[in-house]
């Protein structure tokens, strides 16, 4: 399954980005708070963020800041992507 946003992400030539925290959260550690439901990475950065049943939101925040469409999951054994602009998994 994909969208539009995806398109780039499906190339065989396209790398998945270098995850900038394996430790969680990189916004909500950056100010001291480790309380998240699930974890995102961004397909385009690489940026770790939590999910939009956590406190901070900041996958759904870093999606619409940076315009950056796509995230999948970063947690164990899930790999399915989310599509911030469709509002659906691709």
Same mark, same amino acid.
């Given at each position: 399954?994909? #969208?539009? +946003?995806? &398109?780039?992400? *499906?190339?065989?030539?396209?790398?998945?980005?270098?995850?900038?925290?394996? =430790?969680?959260?990189?916004?909500?550690?950056?100010?001291?708070?480790?309380?998240?439901?699930?974890?995102?990475?961004?397909?385009? #950065?690489? +940026?770790? &963020?939590?999910? *939009?049943?956590?406190?901070?939101?900041?996958?759904?925040?870093?999606?619409? =800041?940076?315009?950056?469409?796509?995230?999948?999951?970063?947690?164990?054994?899930?790999?399915?992507?989310?599509?911030?602009?469709?509002?659906?998994?691709?």
């Amino acid at each position: 399954m994909s #969208c539009p +946003h995806t &398109a780039s992400f *499906d190339r065989p030539s396209w790398t998945e980005p270098t995850p900038d925290s394996v =430790e969680g959260c990189y916004d909500c550690l950056a100010i001291n708070e480790n309380v998240w439901a699930h974890l995102r990475m961004c397909l385009t #950065c690489g +940026h770790v &963020a939590c999910c *939009d049943s956590s406190p901070h939101r900041h996958a759904a925040l870093h999606a619409k =800041e940076r315009d950056h469409p796509v995230m999948r999951s970063f947690e164990p054994g899930e790999v399915w992507r989310w599509c911030y602009p469709d509002d659906d998994i691709v």
